[in-house]
Each structure stands twice: as C-alpha cells, then as structure tokens.
C-alpha cells in the first residue's frame, strides 16, 4: 500500500500563498489518482483538487482560479499550490492516493494551514 506525507503547511496572511507537497512511497505512483481534501475546525472533510494519472484536472468551484494541482510522478509528490488564501481556506489539508482500478485507497496525516485575516 503506498504511504503518503504532506508537508508545506503553515501560518500566512490572507492574500498570501503556500504550496504543499505530497509525498510517496511505493511503486507505480503514477497508476494513482491524487487529490487533496481539507477539513476545517468543526467541518466535515471536503474535496479540494485532484489530478488524475493522465493529467485530467478536477477542482472544487470554492478554489477554482486560486488553487493549481499539479505532480511529478518521477520524483512521486503531487502539489497543491495555493494563491490568494483567505481566511476560510484555514483547515488541515489532507492528501490522498487512489489506485486506477481499485485496490488501494491511502491518506496522508495532514498538514495544518491557518490563514490570518
């Protein structure tokens, strides 16, 4: 099963930007689909972007136009680089990896993004 870390998480001002990497273990990283959900303070998680193996490109219209998606499937990270953050963005972001076909479905711990008005 392929383990995944976030890392890129942090403190910023609204208006600011931060990119989060997603990291994996494993083979065939680029058999899997990624994506990135979050889940605020008393919030259900939500989707947020996602890419598929061959590029295909899906956002949530709440950070469409400020959020890019993106992945190296030699260096196995996907990204989530973030512009323009508001304050609603704050939320611990959670990367998570699905196998074309099924058969392995693995999420990262999360990493914290607290955006300051």
């Known amino acids: 099963q392929v383990q995944l870390v976030e890392s890129g998480g942090g403190l910023v001002q609204a208006g600011g930007s931060l990119r989060l990497s997603c990291a994996a273990s494993?083979?065939?990283?680029?058999?899997?689909?990624m994506s990135w959900f979050r889940q605020a303070p008393e919030k259900e998680r939500e989707f947020v972007a996602a890419i598929s193996g061959g590029g295909g490109l899906l956002y949530a219209t709440s950070v469409k136009g400020r959020f890019t998606i993106s992945r190296d499937d030699a260096k196995n990270t996907v990204y989530l680089e973030m512009n323009s953050l508001k304050p609603e963005d704050t939320a611990v972001y959670y990367c998570?990896?699905?196998?074309?076909?099924?058969?392995?479905?693995?999420w990262g711990q999360g990493t914290q993004v607290t955006v300051s008005s």
């Open positions: 494993g083979r065939a990283f680029s058999s899997y689909a």
């Open positions: 998570r990896a699905v196998l074309a076909g099924g058969g392995d479905d693995a």
